[in-house]
């Protein structure tokens, strides 16, 4: 594990208290513990050290991070806890409320609704951040190159269908990857120049089918909740 001497990372998990389709989901029973304890004990069996921050708006939801042991230092405000509020005022408010650490170069965005992450999954990612000298890193998932768009009536490949690929060969040009929502890395100060997580030169993190479940339905919350209680 490659750590830069006197570089602290911010780990900065969003858990806000307004969901519509899964009510309540990040504080919700999950294997027998809250949706967020799993991302906050992640964090806690990293080898990177890096401090960690609950941003809520929620008190519930407050107390239950500060039992599992992360820093809350303030509620967020509502105007940052709405369904349309973006993420990286958020991030910039984290960076705000700890500004007695001087020290803090990248912010590690970790959404509590990804609750399957396998041990050494996050240190591989800052490894790979690091390493690659990039100013960004966004996790994904390897997904099927036999993919469509458009409408019923009008479909569109996405690939040759004269030259149909095989799944156990696919080409480099071929291979194809959807965000997961997982784990997001991205300096300080690219964050501050652009306003975005993501900008300068980005790099993938490759993750597991299983660790790209993002908890957003009631199905995506029995697949979490199945694949962990058979994990524990």
Same mark, same amino acid.
């Given at each position: ?8 990372? +911010?780990?900065?998990? !969003?858990? /806000?208290?307004?969901?519509? &389709? ?21 964090? &806690? ?13 929620? !008190? ?15 509620? /967020?405000?509502?105007? +940052? ?27 590690? +965005? ?64 071929? /291979? ?21 997580? +993501?900008?300068? /030169? ?31």
């Amino acid at each position: 594990m490659i750590v830069s001497s006197g570089t602290t990372y +911010l780990a900065v998990v !969003p858990a /806000r208290g307004g969901s519509k &389709r899964v009510p309540r989901k990040n504080i919700r029973e999950t294997a027998g513990r809250p949706l967020l304890s799993w991302t906050i004990d992640h964090v &806690r069996r990293c080898a990177t050290p890096m401090r960690l921050l609950v941003s809520t708006d929620d !008190p519930e939801i407050r107390e239950v991070a500060l039992h599992e042991g992360a820093e809350v230092p303030e509620l /967020r405000p509502a105007h +940052l806890a709405s369904d349309d509020s973006p993420t990286e005022p958020v991030l910039l408010r984290a960076l705000e409320t700890v500004s007695d650490d001087s020290a803090i170069e990248h912010i590690i +965005l970790l959404p509590p609704t990804s609750p399957i992450r396998e041990q050494g999954s996050i240190d591989a990612a800052v490894e790979l951040y690091q390493i690659s000298g990039a100013d960004s890193l966004v996790s994904v998932t390897e997904e099927s190159p036999l993919q469509w768009r458009g409408s019923p009536e009008s479909p569109l490949p996405l690939y040759d269908i004269t030259a149909r690929p095989r799944q156990q060969s696919i080409a480099p040009e071929l /291979r194809r990857f959807r965000e997961n929502g997982s784990i997001v890395i991205t300096s300080t100060k690219e964050l501050g120049r652009n306003g975005n997580r +993501l900008s300068g /030169r980005i790099v993938m993190y490759i993750m597991a089918a299983h660790e790209g479940i993002d908890v957003d339905t009631e199905y995506d919350f029995w697949m979490a909740d199945q694949w962990l209680r058979r994990q524990c």
